[in-house]
């Protein structure tokens, strides 16, 4: 049966980047909500916390009521904003949007999607110093639809990018390039999928870096029944895709159709187990998968064998999970969105133990549409989160922080 695919794309992130060496600061509240771009409709897409205790967010705002730029907006620890910038690439008439945010050793470093004209758009990759004033800006693409859903640093320091290709207008296919620290494009491709069917629409949402010629590449695939589902590989020298597995049954019984959202790809290195945690939906019913290889091995090896555990989250129902990320404790936090009703849907955070148990929830909204887009946990052991929220008739970016129990005063 068809599942109706109703996915913001985020990508979301780790905090696998590096930072200034100072310490970060613990000086933070333990919980509070703000909002930013209150003259425009604004949302937040991805955010990391960064040396000072502060965050950097990175979403979109619409700009004079026509389109929208890039938005990247920087707080102290307590959420209060010290500069914000929004960014346009060539045509004030047509969006741009940034989804995914690392933090380079000497700025930000932005991914996202630029139109340039109907229909047809690049990925838009931009690199800024820690004041948020452009270095370098670039776009890759050609003919058709390129989308940029994340970005990481890889072991060199230069950059990889990932998301989507339609040059033809008719089916995705998975894409990734490298970047240098100046912007210029090393390699870039469609990687083949070996071992099974490509799939008929194919994106990758998230890309882990292991070394500089291998990468775990996380997305959707949708199958000749017209069913998407998550997709796990390893991409070898941007060559082929090896699938490592396709979510759908027989790998995950009472889980087939099931769509993923943003995943997330949990401390990869060559020495230790593979780890991977997604959350997403199936029939508008919350999910949460681990994923981990069934023997310690060599990445490079093409054999690695998954095993997946599915996390049955009863009555979780009407919740769409958009990221998820370990916590310390060795649970994991998840935020999405909580549907009272279509045209009443509230930001939610969800707290569960490393069996899937529940510790605590929380929504956060009002009336109209609020949606959670991306989380992390922050320096003392709380979370913080992004995305937007209906307020005074004006869709704005929001940063929200709550304690370690879900506390928000």
């Given at each position: 049966?068809?599942?109706?695919?109703?996915?913001?794309?985020?990508?979301?992130?780790?905090?696998?980047?590096?930072?200034?060496?100072?310490?970060?600061?613990?000086?933070?509240s333990s919980s509070f909500i703000k909002y930013f771009g209150t003259s425009s409709a604004s949302q937040g897409y991805d955010l990391k916390q960064t040396?000072?205790?502060?965050?950097?967010?990175?979403?979109?705002?619409?700009?004079?009521?026509?389109?929208?730029?890039?938005?990247?907006?920087?707080?102290?620890?307590n959420g209060n904003k010290q500069w914000s910038n929004h960014y346009d690439n060539a045509n004030a008439n047509l969006p741009d949007i940034g989804k995914s945010i690392q933090i380079a050793a000497d700025g930000y470093i932005v991914l996202g999607t630029t139109y340039t004209v109907k229909n047809d758009s690049d990925l838009y990759l931009i690199k800024t110093n820690f004041s948020g004033n452009v270095m370098w800006s670039d776009t890759i693409g050609g003919s058709g639809?390129?989308?940029?859903?994340?970005?990481?640093?890889?072991?060199?320091?230069?950059?990889?990018?990932?998301?989507?290709?339609?040059?033809?207008?008719?089916?995705?296919?998975?894409?990734?390039?490298?970047v240098n620290k100046a912007g210029a494009t090393q390699w870039r491709g469609t990687p083949s999928v070996s071992g099974s069917s490509s799939g008929l629409d194919n994106v990758i949402d998230y890309v882990q870096v292991v070394n500089d010629s291998t990468l775990y590449v996380m997305g959707k695939s949708k199958n000749q029944s017209g069913d998407y589902q998550v997709y796990v590989g390893v991409a070898y020298n941007n060559n082929a895709i090896l699938p490592l597995l396709t979510l759908q049954n027989p790998f995950v019984t009472g889980f087939s159709n099931m769509t993923g959202n943003n995943?997330?790809?949990?401390?990869?290195?060559?020495?230790?187990?593979?780890?991977?945690?997604?959350?997403?939906?199936?029939?508008s019913n919350l999910y949460l998968a681990n994923i981990a290889e069934t023997e310690s091995q060599e990445v490079s090896l093409p054999s690695a064998i998954c095993s997946v555990t599915p996390f049955a989250i009863s009555g979780m129902t009407g919740i769409v999970g958009n990221f998820v990320q370990t916590s310390t404790d060795g649970g994991y936090i998840i935020?999405?969105?909580?549907?009272?009703?279509?045209?009443?849907?509230?930001?939610y955070l969800l707290k569960v133990n490393s069996s899937g148990t529940k510790d605590w929830d929380l929504k956060v909204g009002g009336k109209g549409i609020d949606l959670g887009n991306a989380v992390i946990q922050t320096s003392d052991g709380g979370y913080a989160f992004t995305g937007s929220t209906a307020l005074d008739n004006v869709t704005v970016m929001t940063l929200t922080k709550v304690s370690s129990q879900g506390k928000l005063q």
């Open positions: 049966m068809k599942v109706k695919l109703s996915i913001i794309i985020v990508l979301l992130s780790l905090a696998f980047y590096t930072c200034k060496k100072e310490s970060i600061s613990t000086s933070q040396s000072d205790g502060g965050y950097i967010i990175v979403g979109t705002t619409l700009i004079n009521g026509n389109n929208t730029d890039v938005f990247l907006v920087k707080t102290d620890a639809s390129q989308v940029g859903n994340c970005v990481q640093i890889m072991n060199d320091g230069n950059f990889v990018v990932a998301g989507s290709t339609n040059p033809m207008g008719v089916q995705r296919n998975f894409f990734l390039a490298k995943e997330c790809l949990m401390g990869c290195s060559l020495s230790d187990k593979t780890k991977l945690v997604i959350t997403g939906y199936q029939n935020v999405g969105n909580y549907s009272n009703s279509s045209s009443d849907i509230d930001q």
